[in-house]
């Protein structure tokens, strides 16, 4: 893609996520119209094959986005960071994107785990400039254990959210997820048919991984795109 720039390099981290730095992964289209700070999930880092066509699909849609690893997986670690450190890692990258491009609009989120520590932190502390959250696949319990727990802190928000989930996402159960997102103020479920928490579809379904991300990426831009125009 001629008309974007990628940039690779390291973001410094606050006293409470270890005081070091962790690798980002910066990429903006030459006419951005607004950005993403993009978390990735507790198995896969920010090069995972769909963290980047993610990235490239949302450049392609006038959206930059800044990639970013969390300290246990810049270590090489299996197991993920606490909550306290994985959320200040999250206002880190957010700051770093405020200061690229301190005139786009902000949008923070991410995939699975990522997703859910930036949402944590926003409830605990607004995340500063960000205008909304998007998750790709919100795991709203574990595999094979049905539960709403991990949705209690969602309430408290306060401010628009978009869900992108799989309808056969073993991670959030669509019958737990669609009453919880309806109980929220200003947020938003777009489900995809016979996709799972990865975004895979079966051969079965009549569908490719390419339709899905197509799909997943077209609903993202035109949310974003609506919360960038005022719309509630």
Not at 164 to 186: H, I, K, Y
Request: hydrophobic share 50%; aromatic share 6%; with cysteine.
């Amino acid at each position: 893609m001629a008309d974007r720039r990628a940039d690779i390099g390291a973001m410094a981290l606050p006293p409470e996520a270890g005081g070091k730095s962790v690798s980002m992964l910066a990429v903006a289209p030459a006419h951005a119209h607004a950005a993403f700070v993009f978390a990735h999930g507790a198995g896969a880092g920010m090069t995972h094959p769909f963290m980047a066509a993610v990235a490239d699909g949302l450049a392609a849609r006038g959206i930059a986005s800044l990639r970013y690893l969390f300290p246990y997986m810049e270590r090489g670690s299996k197991r993920p960071d606490s909550p306290k450190i994985a959320q200040a890692t999250v206002r880190a990258a957010v700051a770093e994107a405020a200061r690229r491009w301190p005139d786009l609009p902000l949008f923070a989120g991410g995939k699975s785990f990522g997703g859910r520590m930036t949402s944590q932190a926003q409830a605990l502390e607004p995340l500063a400039g960000v205008r909304g959250l998007v998750f790709l696949g919100f795991p709203l319990h574990m595999a094979g254990k049905p539960s709403i727990d991990r949705a209690s802190h969602l309430s408290d928000v306060g401010m628009p959210m978009l869900f992108l989930q799989g309808t056969r996402d073993e991670l959030a159960v669509p019958a737990l997820l669609r009453p919880v997102v309806a109980g929220l103020v200003a947020a938003t479920l777009h489900e995809i048919e016979h996709a799972d928490h990865s975004f895979h579809v079966p051969v079965r379904s009549g569908r490719t991984d390419a339709d899905v991300l197509g799909e997943l990426l077209g609903v993202f831009a035109e949310w974003v795109e609506d919360r960038c125009a005022g719309t509630p």
